[in-house]
T-cell receptor, first 116, second 115 residues
Framework: AQKITQTQPGMFVQEKEAVTLDCTYD???????LFWYKQPSSGEMIFLIY??????QNATEGRYSLNFQKARKSANLVISASQLGDSAMYFC?????????????FGGGTRLMVKP | SAVISQKPSRDICQRGTSLTIQCQVD?????MFWYRQQPGQSLTLIAT?????????ESGFVIDKFPISRPNLTFSTLTVSNMSPEDSSIYLC????????????FGPGTRLTVL
């Protein structure tokens, strides 16, 4: 079974609007962390935001916020006020505490395209 | 956050040859990893680079094909041996600290094309 599922291969959003990128995960480990990365066409992986399984509040970093619904095992990324520079691939990833150290398991990614 | 550099940033190689990719970090890190991203795909972990001992490889990756060195806490190399066109990928170095679960950073990647 897939540990990280991103069901939206591609999405369009109008500039200045908000967009939600979906991520669901599967783990039996009570301690885990969820990451979102942005990958522009240059190929680098840019860390955006982190949510720990025991965190009481949803993580926020500037225009990025994470809608963490633990019971549903979802960790959706919300980007507010989209900008043209947000056009990129976005990857959700998970680290499990009882897994292999700090190893990350990645979802298949979502390509976001921001329309002017 | 750690500053990570990789060399080369990109290369075009002939099949049957080998390429060594370097990963340098500006501070000591406990964990270093090598990932592969094939065209249009997500990232797959190749191995964990262990300082002073043999790397730990994931299923489907072997030391003869992807030898890894990690002589200290700031540097690692990945060699892609006897290359074929199927090895054309982005190779990414990633680092983290053992007890810092909320951080894991990536280098800029090495874009490899095998002809």
């Amino acid at each position: 079974a897939q540990k990280i599922t991103q069901t939206q291969p591609g999405m369009f959003v109008q500039e200045k609007e908000a967009v939600t990128l979906d991520c669901t995960y599967d783990t039996s480990d009570p301690s885990y962390g969820l990451f979102w990365y942005k990958q522009p066409s240059s190929g680098e992986m840019i860390f955006l935001i982190y949510q720990g399984s025991y965190d009481q509040q949803n993580a926020t970093e500037g225009r990025y916020s994470l809608n963490f619904q633990k019971a549903r095992k979802s960790a959706n990324l919300v980007i507010s006020a989209s900008q043209l520079g947000d056009s990129a691939m976005y990857f959700c990833a998970m680290r499990e505490a009882t897994g292999k150290g700090n190893m990350l398991t990645f979802g298949g990614g979502t390509r976001l395209m921001v329309k002017p | 956050s750690a500053v990570i550099s990789q060399k080369p940033s990109r290369d075009i190689c002939q099949r049957g040859t080998s390429l060594t990719i370097q990963c340098q970090v500006d501070s000591q890190v406990t964990m270093m990893f090598w990932y592969r991203q094939q065209p249009g795909q997500s990232l797959t972990l190749i191995a964990t680079a262990n300082q002073g001992s043999e790397a730990t490889y994931e299923s489907g990756f072997v030391i003869d094909k992807f030898p890894i060195s990690r002589p200290n806490l700031t540097f690692s190399t990945l060699t892609v041996s006897n290359m074929s066109p199927e090895d054309s990928s982005i190779y990414l170095c990633s680092v983290g600290q053992m007890l810092s679960y909320n951080e894991q950073f990536f280098g800029p990647g090495t874009r490899l094309t095998v002809l």
